[in-house]
């Protein structure tokens, strides 16, 4: 099974998202977290990555939207409703309960249900909820 597995997290320095291997930090680091990208840049170190704020860290579901980006949990996505004309927001997170990602939306008559391969090709992603919190209200 090949599946790519990466995490997103805004940095703590400059709170610009950074996409890699996460890191919890061990020692006198412990408590902190680390997003080291797979092409290791100015700016952080090979040992750490980039210290990135812990509340802002999301998984990549392994699925695109529909223009090719990659959709991650916290991603606040827009797309017509299967079936209908309807259009519908969700935010993508991840449930420990469930074991997978699921659709939080705005249609509250099914919302919470999980996230199918392939199911985000009549969705774009919009923002997420750490950059456009307005979003959240809609």
């Known amino acids: 099974m090949s599946r790519e597995i990466k ?6 320095d400059n709170r610009m998202f950074v996409t890699g291997d996460l890191i919890h930090g061990v020692g ?4 902190k977290v680390y997003i080291l990208p797979k092409l290791v840049v100015c700016g952080c170190t090979r040992m750490d990555g980039f210290e990135v704020i812990p509340d802002t860290v999301g998984q990549y ?3 695109e939207d529909k223009n ?7 991603d606040r996505i827009r797309g017509h409703r ?3 004309d309807s259009v519908e927001i969700a935010t993508v997170s991840w ?4 074991g997978a990602f699921l659709l939080d ?6 919302g919470g249900r999980r996230l199918r391969a392939g199911g985000l090709k009549r969705f774009e992603v919009i923002g997420n909820i750490h950059d456009n919190p307005e979003l959240l209200a809609q």
């Open 61 to 63: 579901t392994g699925m």
């Open 7 to 12: 995490f997103r997290g805004k940095r703590v």
């Open 82 to 84: 299967h079936f209908t």
């Open 95 to 98: 449930s420990d309960k469930a």
């Open 28 to 31: 006198v680091k412990k408590g």
């Open 105 to 110: 939306t705005t249609m509250g008559d099914y």
């Open 68 to 74: 090719g980006k990659k959709v991650f949990g916290g």
